[in-house]
């Protein structure tokens, strides 16, 4: 509590002086970008024991510093909790917010901030004990339901609930070691976070994972990807066409294993383009000629880093899903790079 | 000796000193409010407290004297985290003051056995930071009490779960569609069903973990208190007592707690208004109280400044009543001379 008070107050302080320069000069400046993730979330933002982030947001940090700044490990991680991260972002702490958080009109109308591009699809669902015999959430009636404050679940519980008559009970914490407790010992029925952290949480702290089951409905949209502030159009725009740039390589094949060969061989004028063997598509955001293929052939394309950190041999174990290509049946879609 | 004139010029010049501080702070912090204010809105981040009439849109789990439904505003939501906070508070100033004066006469008794323990409890509590002692208290609570269709049943009124304690005694019963009048007195006995123990009188894990966690922290500190306070009490005055023959009881109760009140009153104060800014620990275990529901209010609205504003102002005017109230119970313990 006090921490966070000292750390709002701070931020206004420090706000009155930290927004001279353009977000990109002060990165190169730096010669560092400053990224706020997730302060442990397997698969998208977590540090390991060695203290090396590892995560699909982590990764689309990378992705950025290796176009912008020639290496992708340029990136300073900033740990951020749920209530914490808006600020950090609005008052300059961090360049950009890659932090599994969903894109909403509130969050773009009136918070100063830009959403760029979406990195996971998501939805809020549910996780129960297999022993329960639950086969959809609108079974959860007067059950208690575990939930991880923070975010926007507890209103999309609260909705579903009404909507459904359940009359849920909501037990929301902040600690997510006192949720998780909560869950697994039985005192919540069931518990509600985006499905993507059920997996998480399943796969890291369940005794056997087997043992708990994700109930097929998911109660809400939860686009989720990195957003930025409001008023500086040109990084903006870096970040927005990095996404895409990694989506266009996945969609041509391009892979951190084939772009030193395809930079070589490759006559297809698109690949040529995106691996900046023909036009100079850098140019047009500020950056050198080679951006893309510097963050493919670091960090990999979205396939890459998607199977990577949540992909089916991960312990997360996600299929592509919504987060196929639009080519695949999926919701991925990268705006053309030419 | 500086004459009659030279004092009082000292003395407008002292008061002339001070105005010129409070006029200088004034400006500072309406500079501070004011550079603020531009920066939020030139950064589009839209700022006010117009949202406090907004439909709050999220459920709360347990509430305190009144129902809450997520069609009321968020001022409606964080009154109602105000009232747990409140509750919890209470009873824990009241719980830590009884079992912290057990511990501070014991800790001052000649009794070896009671001295022992109680030392040991002080050492062992107060040494352990309060946030681990509250997620103990809450894993233990959920992890290793039997589920609530088999719960410990104790002088078959007490029924101890995995989802709380549910207990007999009186409720004032009021009938579905009617008012609080139209109510009545009734016996509430807890049921165990196959769905767990039914009753109209229950605690949830998470009240309860708050609870223990701040009363046991804090009688660990408050037992200290109380034993230098009797300390503090000069040998002399019990040998006195003694001679006039009176019994030990008699001299706690009529010489020497009567005197240590003064000394203890002061540093009492401290620990119950600790007792209430760490009762907003609690949403570290689920428990709604006033923090947990301005948490969920800063992340649906995004008015950082505003929701934390409410709860500096909240937690300020309640430590601020308590050592006013304090403040009179030690004005009156004075001695009169």
């Avoid at chain 1, 894109?103 to 129960?128: E, H, I, K, P």
Wanted: aromatic share 8%; hydrophobic share 45%; net charge neutral.
């Amino acid at each position: 509590m006090i921490k966070k008070t000292t750390f709002v107050l701070l931020c206004m302080l420090v706000s009155l002086h930290c927004f001279a320069g353009k977000t990109l000069e002060s990165i190169r400046q730096k010669d560092q970008i400053s990224c706020g993730v997730n302060t442990g979330l397997a698969g998208f933002g977590a540090a390991d024991s060695q203290g090396r982030w590892t995560g699909l947001d982590v990764d689309i940090c990378r992705a950025i510093a290796a176009a912008v700044l020639g290496s992708a490990d340029k990136v300073r991680f900033v740990p951020l909790s749920a209530p914490q991260r808006f600020t950090a972002l609005q008052s300059g702490e961090i360049d950009i917010l890659s932090r599994n958080t969903t894109f909403s009109m509130t969050r773009d109308a009136a918070m100063g901030l830009n959403q760029t591009a979406v990195t996971f699809y998501d939805g809020q669902g549910f996780m129960v004990p297999a022993r329960m015999g639950i086969k959809s959430a609108k079974q959860l009636k007067n059950a208690t339901v575990c939930v991880q404050s923070g975010t926007t679940t507890e209103k999309n519980l609260t909705d579903f609930s009404r909507a459904n008559k359940l009359d849920i009970k909501p037990i929301v914490f902040e600690k997510l070691e006192a949720a998780n407790a909560a869950y697994f010992s039985g005192r919540c029925k069931a518990y509600t976070t985006d499905a993507s952290g059920l997996a998480s949480i399943r796969s890291r702290e369940a005794k056997n994972p087997k043992e708990h089951v994700l109930l097929p409905d998911l109660i809400s949209k939860e686009p989720l990807g990195p957003m930025v502030r409001r008023g500086d159009d040109e990084w903006f725009a870096i970040t927005k066409w990095v996404i895409y740039g990694l989506l266009e390589a996945e969609e041509y094949q391009i892979t951190s294993n084939n772009i030193e060969s395809l930079k070589s061989n490759s006559t297809d004028p698109a690949v040529m383009r995106l691996i900046g063997k023909s036009d100079d598509m850098g140019k047009l955001l500020g950056l050198d000629k080679e951006w893309l293929a510097k963050a493919v052939s670091q960090v990999g394309n979205y396939q890459e880093i998607f199977e990577r950190n949540v992909g089916e041999k991960t312990p997360l174990a996600l299929k592509r899903g919504l987060n196929a290509l639009w080519s695949n049946g999926g919701l991925q879609y990268g705006m053309p790079i030419r | 000796m500086p004459t009659s004139s030279q004092k009082s010029k000292n003395t407008h010049q002292e008061w002339a000193l001070q105005i010129i501080l409070l006029i200088a702070l004034g400006l500072v912090l309406v500079w501070l409010g004011h550079q603020t204010w531009i920066n939020l809105k030139s950064r589009g981040i839209q700022s006010g407290f117009d949202f406090l009439f907004d439909p709050a849109g999220f459920d709360i789990g347990e509430t305190t004297w009144i129902d809450f439904n997520s069609d009321e505003s968020y001022w409606v939501a964080f009154a109602a985290g105000l009232l747990n906070t409140l509750k919890v508070s209470s009873l824990g100033i009241l719980l830590s003051s009884l079992l912290g004066l057990a511990l501070g006469l014991a800790a001052s008794s000649t009794i070896w056995v009671l001295k022992a323990i109680s030392r040991t409890y002080i050492e062992i509590i107060r040494n352990i930071p309060l946030l681990i002692q509250l997620l103990s208290w809450y894993v233990l609570w959920v992890e290793y009490l039997p589920a609530s269709s088999d719960p410990i049943i104790l002088l078959q009124s007490l029924f101890i779960s995995q989802e709380g304690l549910s207990f007999s005694g009186w409720v004032w019963m009021i009938p579905m569609d009617g008012s609080f009048l139209d109510g009545h007195l009734q016996w509430n006995a807890p049921v165990v069903s196959p769905d767990g123990v039914q009753s109209a009188l229950n605690a949830s894990p998470e009240f309860l973990s708050i609870l223990m966690a701040l009363s046991i922290y804090t009688s660990a500190f408050i037992a200290e208190i109380v034993r230098a306070g009797i300390a503090s009490i000069s040998k002399g005055q019990v040998l006195a007592a003694q001679s006039l023959g009176l019994i030990p009881s008699q001299i706690s109760r009529c010489i020497v707690l009567p005197q240590a009140a003064r000394l203890i009153l002061p540093p009492l104060t401290n620990q119950y208004l600790n007792l209430i800014k760490n009762s907003s620990l609690a949403v570290a275990v689920g428990f709604p109280d006033l923090v947990s529901i301005g948490n969920t209010a800063l992340n649906q609205t995004g008015r950082a400044v505003e929701c934390i504003t409410i709860l500096m102002l909240v937690y300020l005017t309640l430590s601020i009543a308590v050592s006013f109230v304090m403040n009179q119970i030690g004005q009156s313990m004075t001695f009169k001379d």
